[in-house]
Nanobody
Framework: QVQLVESGGGLVQAGGSLRLSCAASGSIFSINAMGWYRQAPGKQRELVAAITSGGSTNYADSVKGRFTISRDNAKNTVYLQMNSLKPEDTAVYYC????????????????????WGQGTQVTVSS
C-alpha cells in the first residue's frame, strides 16, 4: 500500500507564496507521473499541474507563470511552488501519482492515476 501525504498548506494573503509538498511512502514499486489537483467549495476538482519522472510539465492556464511543479525522484516527492496567490486559488489541493504511467496525459485524464493524497487546505485572503 502506498500513501501520499501532503503538507505546506495554510492561510496566506493575496500576493503571497506557499510551497506544497507531497511525499509517497509505503510499498512503492515505482512512482512515475505525479500531479496536483484542487477543489474549491461548490466546484469540480480541477487539474493544477502535472509532471513526469523525466521532468516534463503541464499547467492549467489559470496558474501558468505563477505556480511551478517539481519533484525529487530519489525521495518520491512532488512539490508545488505557488507564487502571486489569488483568492480564487483557495481550495483543497490534492497530490496524485501513477505507479506505471509516465505521461502528462496520465495525470490530466486521471485514468492512470493509482494514488491520491488526503488533501491540504490553501486559503488566500484578499
Amino acid at each position: 500500500q502506498v500513501q501520499l501525504v501532503e503538507s505546506g498548506g495554510g492561510l496566506v494573503q493575496a500576493g503571497g507564496s506557499l510551497r506544497l509538498s507531497c511525499a509517497a511512502s509505503g510499498s512503492i514499486f515505482s512512482i512515475n507521473a505525479m500531479g496536483w489537483y484542487r477543489q474549491a467549495p461548490g466546484k469540480q476538482r480541477e487539474l493544477v499541474a502535472a509532471i513526469t519522472s523525466g521532468g516534463s510539465t503541464n499547467y492549467a492556464d489559470s496558474v501558468k507563470g505563477r505556480f511551478t511543479i517539481s519533484r525529487d525522484n530519489a525521495k518520491n516527492t512532488v512539490y508545488l511552488q505557488m507564487n502571486s496567490l489569488k483568492p480564487e486559488d483557495t481550495a483543497v489541493y490534492y497530490c496524485n501519482a501513477a505507479e506505471f504511467g509516465d505521461t502528462i496525459v496520465v495525470v490530466t485524464t486521471t485514468l492512470g492515476l493509482d494514488y491520491w493524497g488526503q488533501g491540504t487546505q490553501v486559503t488566500v485572503s484578499s
